[in-house]
C-alpha cells in the first residue's frame, strides 16, 4: 500500500507540470483585461488593398473595447503582415504563436498564405478565424480549431448558379471563364449546383487572360442562344466580353459574375450603362457599400481610421469578428481556447447585419457562411438581389 | 582598399573558425522559439540562394538572372517527389540539385553561344518567367495556382515540421555545400573560373577551355540552388509559383551585392543580414519596404564592395585568396 501512494505521490508530481503547462496554454495571451488577437494580412506589397478588410475589422474591436469590451476584457490586435507571401506569413505566424503569445488568430487575406499557414496552426491548436481568405481547403477537411467567417469559393459558385436558375424558365445556360484555378474555383461549384438541379451547360467557353477581343466567343454563343451565361472572368476581360456581346445584339442576355468584379467598376470600364445593364455580380453584404444598411458600417470605420479610404473590402471582416465576440460573450469571464472554440462551434444562424448570409459553426462543418446576394442594376440603379426580381 | 596578406598562424584560425561556427551554431536551438528558429532557417536556404548566384555574377562575371528558376525547380522536384512519388523529403535534396543543374546547363547555353551582358540578363530573365509560367500551368503535377503542398513527415521519430530538426538538417546541407564551393574556388577550375570573369579571351589563349568552365559553373550554381529549393519547400510545407518571381530575385540580388559580389563570405553576410532585416522591419507595417530599400542603399553607398570588404579591414583572416598562398 506504501508502496502504492508512493508511486501515485510519484507520479501526481511528475504529471503536475504537463497539466500545469494544459492550463497555461489554455489562457495564453490573455488577461484580466486584455485577449489578444494576432491579425495577420497583406499589410505591405501589391496585395496590400486587401488589408482594408483587416483595418474594417480592428475598427470593430475599437468599437467593442469602446463600449467596455467582452466580460471587461478589451480585444487587443497584434497586427503582423504577410505581404501575401507564404514564407512571411509563416513567420507572421510563428511570431504571433511562439514570440507573441497570442490567445487567437483572426484574420488572412491571401487563400495561398492561408493555406501555407493551415498545418502550422493546425498543430498549434488555438482558434484561428479566417476572415477574408476564400479557399474551401482551408477550412476543408474540418480541423478543430479552424473556422471560416466568409462564403468559401464553393458557397459563391453555388450562389452565381442559385441566382441563375431562380430566374423562371432558364434551362440554356452557358459558362465563359479564364482557364485558371481562380475562375474554376467559381465555375466548378456553379457547374456541380447546375448538374445537381438537372442542368447541363451547353457552352463552355475559354477566354485567356489579358485578350482584348471576345468575338469569337461571342460568336459560338450566338449559335447556342443561352438563357443565361456564367462568366468566372477578371474585370478587365468581362467588360470586354460584355461590350462585344452588346455589339452582336446579345446585350439582352443576363450574365452572372464572380466575386472578383465590382459591379460599378465594370460600368466605369465600359463607359456605357446598356452594355452592363444585364450584368450580376456576387456581392456578400445586405446592401449596395453606400447604402442605408452599410452606413453605420462606414461610419464606424471612419471614427478609428478618419483616413481609410472605403472599398469592398472594408467591410467584409467585421461579420466574423460580430460572431467572435458573440461567441466571447457567450464563454463568460472564464475564458480559454477550448472553451471559445466550443462556443464557435455553437454559433447557429448568426445575422452579422452586414454580410447577406448568416454564420452557422456546428463540430462537424466550420465553414459558417452558405451563400451570398447578387447585385445587379434594377430601374438603372445598383440593387441588392436575394434572387430573381427578388430584392434583398 | 588595401588588405593584408594573412599569415599562415591566420590561416589556420580562419580555418578553426570555419568550423567553429556551424559547431557554436548546433547550440542555436537552445535559446531559440519556433519563429526565431523559423528566420534562422530561411537565413541558411538565402546563404545557399546567393552563393550560387555570386558564383555566376561575382565569380564567373556572367551577367545572368536564372537563379530564381534553379530555386523554383529545386523546390518544385523536392515536393513533387516527395508529394507525388511519396519519396523521403531527405532524399529528395539531391534529387532537387541535381534537376537545378540541369537547369544551370539549359541556362549556360545561351551563355556558351557567346551570349553575354544584357542580352543574357534577359534570355535568363525570360527563363525564369518560363518556369514560373510551367508551375502555374502543368496542375496536374505542380497544382497550379493552389501550390503543392509537401506530405507530413516523421524522421528518428520527429515531424518534420518541428523547426529544430530541419535546423539541423539544413546547417549540414549549408555547410557541406560552402565548404564544397570553397574547395572549388580555391582549385586550378576556380582559378579559371575568375580568369574567364577576368578577360575570356585571354583565358582561351592559355589553353582553358573557357566554355567548359562556364558550363560547370552554372551547372554548379544551379545544383547549390537547387538544394536550397529543396530545403525551401521542407521549410514552409506548401510550394507556390509567386515564390519564385521577380522579388524574390531582387531580395537575391540585394543579397549578392550587400555581402560583396563574388566573395564566399559575403554570400553569407548578405544572406544573413537581407534575412533579418525584414523581421526587424515588421515594427513599421507598411513601410518595411521603404526602410529595406533605404538600408540597402545606405549600405550600397557606404560600402560599395559590401559588407565582407568591412571584415577584411579588421581582420586579414577574412580575406578571400583564391590561390596558393605561401607559407
Redesign the interface.
Known amino acids: 500500500m506504501n508502496k502504492l501512494t508512493t508511486f501515485l505521490t510519484a507520479a501526481t508530481l511528475v504529471a503536475a507540470p504537463a497539466f500545469a503547462q494544459d492550463d497555461a496554454w489554455e489562457t495564453q495571451g490573455l488577461t484580466d483585461d486584455a485577449i489578444t488577437i494576432g491579425v495577420m494580412g497583406p499589410f505591405s506589397g501589391n496585395a496590400s488593398s486587401y488589408s482594408k478588410a483587416l483595418i474594417g475589422m480592428m475598427a470593430y474591436y475599437d468599437k467593442v473595447n469602446e463600449e467596455g469590451g467582452v466580460h471587461g476584457r478589451k480585444l487587443v490586435a497584434v497586427q503582423e503582415d504577410t505581404a501575401c507571401d507564404s514564407a512571411k506569413g509563416l513567420a507572421a505566424a510563428k511570431k504571433l504563436i511562439s514570440q507573441d503569445e497570442v490567445f487567437m488568430l483572426q484574420g488572412n487575406s491571401c487563400s495561398g498564405v492561408a493555406l501555407a499557414l493551415r498545418p502550422t496552426i493546425e498543430e498549434a491548436g488555438l482558434p484561428w478565424i479566417v476572415a477574408h481568405a476564400v479557399s474551401d481547403s482551408i477550412s476543408d477537411p474540418l480541423a478543430a480549431n479552424i473556422f471560416h467567417g466568409v462564403p468559401t469559393g464553393r458557397a459563391n459558385g453555388y450562389a452565381m448558379a442559385a441566382f441563375v436558375l431562380s430566374k423562371p424558365d432558364t434551362k440554356n445556360v452557358a459558362i465563359i471563364e479564364h482557364s485558371n484555378d481562380w475562375a474554376h474555383s467559381y465555375s466548378n461549384p456553379a457547374r456541380d449546383y447546375l448538374k445537381e438541379h438537372g442542368v447541363e451547360p451547353t457552352a463552355e467557353l475559354t477566354m485567356e487572360r489579358g485578350q482584348t477581343d471576345a468575338t469569337a466567343q461571342v460568336l459560338k454563343l450566338r449559335q447556342n442562344k443561352p438563357d443565361f451565361i456564367i462568366a468566372a472572368l477578371y474585370e478587365a476581360e468581362t467588360a470586354i466580353f460584355l461590350r462585344d456581346l452588346k455589339k452582336y445584339g446579345m446585350g439582352d442576355i443576363p450574365v452572372m459574375g464572380t466575386a472578383g468584379t465590382d459591379l460599378e467598376n465594370t460600368l466605369k470600364r465600359t463607359g456605357d450603362f446598356e452594355t452592363v445593364q444585364n450584368y450580376y455580380v456576387i456581392h456578400s453584404y445586405v446592401d449596395n457599400l453606400d447604402g442605408e444598411k452599410m452606413k453605420p458600417w462606414g461610419d464606424m470605420i471612419h471614427k478609428y481610421y478618419p483616413d481609410e479610404e472605403l472599398s469592398t473590402f472594408s467591410f467584409v471582416s467585421i461579420g466574423s469578428a460580430e460572431a467572435l465576440v458573440s461567441a466571447l460573450e457567450a464563454v463568460g469571464p472564464d475564458l480559454t481556447r477550448s472553451k471559445l472554440i466550443a462556443a464557435l462551434e455553437e454559433v447557429r444562424d448568426f445575422d452579422t447585419g452586414i454580410l447577406s448570409d448568416p454564420i452557422t459553426w456546428t463540430p462537424e462543418d466550420h465553414q459558417g457562411v452558405k451563400g451570398s446576394a447578387v447585385a445587379g442594376f434594377v430601374d438603372g440603379e445598383p440593387t441588392v438581389l436575394k434572387a430573381w426580381g427578388q430584392p434583398y | 582598399m588595401s588588405t593584408t596578406m594573412p599569415t599562415s598562424r591566420q590561416r589556420r584560425l580562419r580555418t578553426w573558425a570555419f568550423w567553429a561556427v556551424p559547431v557554436l551554431l548546433l547550440l542555436t536551438p537552445l535559446a531559440t ?4 528558429q ?2 534562422i532557417n ?1 537565413m541558411l536556404i538565402s546563404i545557399l540562394v546567393t552563393l550560387g548566384f555570386t558564383l555566376v555574377i561575382g565569380n564567373l562575371g556572367q551577367l545572368a538572372f536564372a537563379n530564381t528558376a534553379f530555386f523554383g525547380i529545386g523546390a518544385y522536384a523536392s515536393a513533387i517527389l516527395s508529394a507525388k512519388l511519396g519519396l523521403p523529403w531527405i532524399m529528395t535534396i539531391p534529387l532537387a540539385g541535381a534537376l537545378g543543374a540541369l537547369g544551370g546547363f539549359l541556362a549556360s547555353s545561351a551563355a556558351l553561344r557567346g551570349i553575354r551582358s544584357y542580352y543574357l540578363a534577359i534570355i535568363t530573365l525570360a527563363f525564369g518567367e518560363l518556369m514560373r509560367w510551367a508551375y ?1 500551368h502543368t ?1 496536374p503535377l505542380t497544382g ?4 503543392l ?1 509537401l506530405p ?1 513527415e516523421t524522421m528518428f521519430g520527429i515531424s518534420l ?1 518541428d ?1 529544430t530538426l530541419k535546423f539541423y538538417i539544413f546547417l549540414a546541407v549549408t555547410v557541406v555545400l560552402v565548404k564544397a564551393t570553397l574547395n572549388l574556388l580555391r582549385s586550378r577550375f576556380g582559378r579559371a573560373v575568375m580568369a574567364v570573369r577576368e578577360n575570356e579571351v585571354a583565358t582561351a589563349s592559355l589553353a582553358i577551355p573557357t566554355a567548359r568552365v562556364i558550363l560547370t559553373t552554372f551547372i554548379w550554381s544551379g545544383f547549390v540552388v537547387g538544394c536550397a529549393g529543396a530545403l ?1 519547400a521542407r ?4 510550394v ?1 509559383p ?2 519564385f518571381g521577380m ?1 524574390h530575385l531582387i531580395a537575391s540580388f540585394a543579397m549578392v551585392l550587400v555581402g560583396g559580389l563574388g566573395s564566399v563570405l559575403g554570400a553569407v553576410l548578405g544572406a544573413v543580414v537581407l534575412t533579418a532585416l ?2 526587424y522591419l ?1 515594427a513599421f ?2 513601410m ?2 521603404l526602410f529595406f530599400g533605404l538600408i540597402v542603399a545606405a549600405v550600397l553607398v557606404a560600402m560599395p564592395l559590401g559588407l565582407a570588404s568591412l571584415l577584411r579591414r579588421l581582420s586579414p583572416i577574412f580575406v578571400e585568396r583564391y590561390y596558393r598562398e605561401e607559407s
Do not use: M, Q
Not at chain 2, 33 to 36: D, G, L, P, Q
Not at chain 2, 144 to 147: A, E
Not at chain 2, 235 to 238: I, L, R, T
Open positions: 522559439n519556433a519563429y526565431t523559423f528566420i530561411g502555374l496542375k497550379g495556382t493552389d501550390g503542398p507530413r515540421s523547426d525551401f521549410h514552409v510545407g506548401h507556390f509567386e515564390s522579388l525584414p523581421e515588421r507595417p507598411g518595411e519596404e
